[in-house]
């Protein structure tokens, strides 16, 4: 069985990777609408280069050009400036040294040289990310010309194979240090991958190339010789001549790029016929295995049942649990890890600083600045201990590492930090659902073994409706038969996922219990007041109710139960925290500073990549000019 899983699975590939040629993903969401090169050959052997950046942002915060240091390429990189040309506008980006580590990037830049790469990065603003901006960057790279006998040579990638960013039009112009006594001497060819373009030497001293509709991941390199005389000294020099190695080289690699178009030009042909072939052998194949399977799966639901709760309850008003965290209490009622999606873990976020302020490890206080403009401030009071579970442990060791030194930080500031450390919060949501489950396996809250097999269950449900929708997309309807079995596993591998048994007898009656305090705490205005707890109960409650989102619910009840609440707290240490929620939304305060630093990490950063003299790959040539593709 294992093995025909195997083949099966390999003849899908095979028909998708036929089906769908090279498919590159954008990064994110960044667009160049227009990419402009200006670069200047001095007569010293270096070059001074300017990039236009015409980009539209939907959400990112930085942007990155990178190049690959080799000094056999090149000396250095000096003279980097960065600027914001929005609009007609001019403005200078302020040079940072430690760029990786600086929090508030707008209008800043700063360079990095390690690990074989030079990178310049800029900010493009927190609050104003979105819509179409324009940025020129501008550099001097030493030693860029090579000086040989009998020609200089030029030979730049302005765009390196990890540009991970497409671009509707991409324009370059090379300028040589003076004017050639003859347009035959200067000698042009450009490479790429997959690409069209033209290259040509406009004039005397003039290189022009453009490409339009780039795709990411494509390299965009040139290669140009023109006369010795025109650099007068030079870092880079060679005893030997280049001419006819370069021609070589260009007619090897154009020979092969023109084999590479006539087996592409045949597969165009005859695809139609090679797709109908597969399609006839894997529909007879998928048909055959996802019936079995969906018997299988039938036959296995009706076999399932589910615990019930021991007692019914509308209302409860204890806790269930009094050293339960935020997150088991969520992973409790939602048993599936898409329970902690990023606004949902900003509640839990939320809840665990309230509750490791009750627990003395924190401290919330509304104070005045310098300025006397009013902040949340959270204090440090003790380090991590063994008093804590952990999922707090981690949150909290979370917090200490973001607080610094001076063991304080404003709410502001915390979630400036979150926004900006979108792998630390990744792992940190990982972490926090993964221990808060281990937790609750430990007390015989919900079953190991159920559980795994609940994920097994969850993952074959996406995994079928995935392969359903990516083969009927890219099949034109030739697997529709396949493609409906597909989808019917899929609906069934989540029926029986419901219905297994995660919860533990004992997970059941305390889901029920949470469920119940959940309820009363959404009404318990409605209930005889006689009824309701102590106001000093409430500080708990209410870490429970920002974990399941229903804070500002609690709240406008508390203060129709309790109108003259803020004379009862003030100045009372003990309901300093209460007080702060009544007056702020400090209880969803991270949910969209969390929800942004995971959607950075996803579509975070364009990154550019230049100064590899790698060859091969022609776009397009002078009529004299060889014409490669690599």
Known sequence: MKKTKKIL??????AVFLLIGTIKSNAGNLELNKLDFNAQINSDGSMDATETWNISIQSTNTLYKTFKTDSSKYSEITNVTVKDITGGQNLSFTKVDNWAYHVEKNHYYG??????????????GLDNSSGIRKYEISYTVKDAITKYNDYAELYWQFIGKDFEINAKDIKGTVYLPSNATNKEDIKVWGHTKDLNGTIYATDLNKIEFEINNYKNGRYVEIRTLFPTELI?????????????TAIKEETKWADKANAERKRNEWLEQNMPTILAAIAII???ILIIVYIKKAIKYIEKNKELTKFKPTTKLEYYRELPDEKATPGEVVKILNVNISSFTPTNFGKIFSATILDLTLKGYLEIKQEKNTKGKENINIYVLKQVSDGL???????MTFIITAAGEDKVITLKELQKYIENHSSKIES????????????????????????KEYESYKEKQTSYIVSGIAILFLSFIIFIIPVILFFINSIICGKIAKKLNVLTQKGVDEKEEWNGLKKYMEEFSMIDKREVPELIIWEKYLVYATAFGIADKVIKQL???????????????TYTYMNIMMHTNFSTSFSNSISTSVASASYSSGSGSGGGFSGGGGFGRRPEAAVAGR
């Open 9 to 14: 699975y390999i003849l899908a590939l095979t």
């Open 111 to 124: 360079t990095e040289n390690e690990d074989g790469d030079f990178e310049i990065g800029w900010g493009v």
């Open 232 to 244: 007068e000294t030079s870092g880079r020099t060679k005893n030997t001549e280049i001419l006819q």
């Open 282 to 284: 894997l529909n007879i």
């Open 389 to 395: 579970r952990p999922s707090e442990e981690r949150i």
């Open 428 to 451: 940190l949501i990982k972490a926090t659902y993964n221990e808060s489950n281990n937790e609750l396996i430990n007390q015989k809250v919900i079953d190991e073994k159920m559980q």
């Open 559 to 573: 203060k129709i139960v309790y109108p003259n609440f803020d004379e009862i707290t003030q100045g009372v240490n």
